[in-house]
Nanobody, 115 residues
């Protein structure tokens, strides 16, 4: 059973930075992709950023130039560096991975950006 465990959420002021980590129970290279989604109160869950097994990345327009996704293969971890954060970034952030036709989700970590 695949487990994804997020860490690093918290409270930050607008303009500040935060780093999220997602630790997988097995090799992250076994996934077709792994990345981050978020869900704000009253809104649908949305893509933030993903990284494919080959290393290509995909970002939501709203976070481009501010967020960076990276992979630490030896630690089976994917990280999300968030800079110049805005109150609109407030959400529960989820780690998601895909393999074949299956999807795996973490429990989520709360990120709150105060104005």
């Amino acid at each position: 059973q695949v487990q994804l465990v997020e860490s690093g959420g918290g409270l930050v002021q607008a303009g500040g930075s935060l780093r999220l980590s997602c630790a997988a129970s097995g090799s992250i290279l076994s996934f077709n992709y792994i990345g981050w989604y978020r869900q704000a109160p009253g809104k649908q869950r949305e893509l933030v950023a993903t990284i494919a097994s080959g290393g290509s990345t995909n970002y939501a327009d709203s976070v481009k130039e501010r967020f960076t996704i990276s992979r630490a293969d030896a630690e089976n971890t994917v990280n999300l560096e968030m800079k110049r954060m805005k109150p609109d970034d407030t959400a529960v952030y989820y780690c998601k991975a895909g393999r074949a036709l299956r999807e795996f989700w973490g429990q989520g970590t709360q990120v709150t950006v105060s104005s």
